[in-house]
């Protein structure tokens, strides 16, 4: 790393805390102008289904960061290019599992709003947090970072 660049990716805010305030504000929103995302019988399967899958993405990606001896904190000093694990099919896997999760969470609720709310979620996810962490990976590991970028997509 660059000397007066710190180690660590900058990002705008912890990931969880933007899909959280999303979805929350979604919730909000279906309190006063409620609207279905499911028929009622579907509703509690999708979302169930969705969140099982979410927190196995998620497992499968945690174990690589937990392998690798890397915190996953998006504010701490990475110490190892994670490429293994769920990192072989998307360069995002967490982010990829939070936007299940969500998305599941919404058909537990069974609301429209939160999806409807899920672009501005992605767009600052993206902008936020994502291209930071891509400028500070590719820095910090050059051409293994550049190389991995060019043959693992960035959701999936």
């Known amino acids: 790393m660059d000397r007066g660049i710190p ?5 705008a805010a912890p990931p969880p805390l933007i899909y959280a305030g999303g979805f929350a ?4 929103i279906e309190n006063f102008l409620p609207t279905a995302l499911f ?12 969140i099982a899958l979410g927190v196995l993405i998620a497992a499968f990606a945690l174990s690589a960061f ?3 001896r890397t915190p996953v904190n998006p504010y701490a000093q ?3 290019l994670v490429t293994g694990g769920a990192f072989r099919f998307s ?3 967490l982010y990829l599992a939070l936007t299940v999760i969500y998305f599941g969470a919404a058909g ?5 709003w ?3 709310l899920l672009p501005g979620v992605l767009w600052f996810t993206h902008w936020g947090v994502i291209i930071r962490e891509e400028c500070y990976l590719e820095r910090k590991f050059g051409r293994a970072y550049k190389e991995y970028k060019a043959r693992v997509r960035r959701w999936l």
């Open 7 to 11: 180690d660590r990716p900058g990002v």
């Open 25 to 28: 504000l979604g919730y909000l």
């Open 39 to 50: 028929p009622e019988t579907m509703s509690a399967f999708v979302g169930w289904s969705s």
């Open 66 to 68: 937990r392998r690798a």
């Open 78 to 80: 990475t110490t190892a």
């Open 91 to 93: 360069r995002n896997p």
């Open 108 to 112: 537990l609720l069974n609301s429209l």
């Open 114 to 116: 939160p999806v409807l």
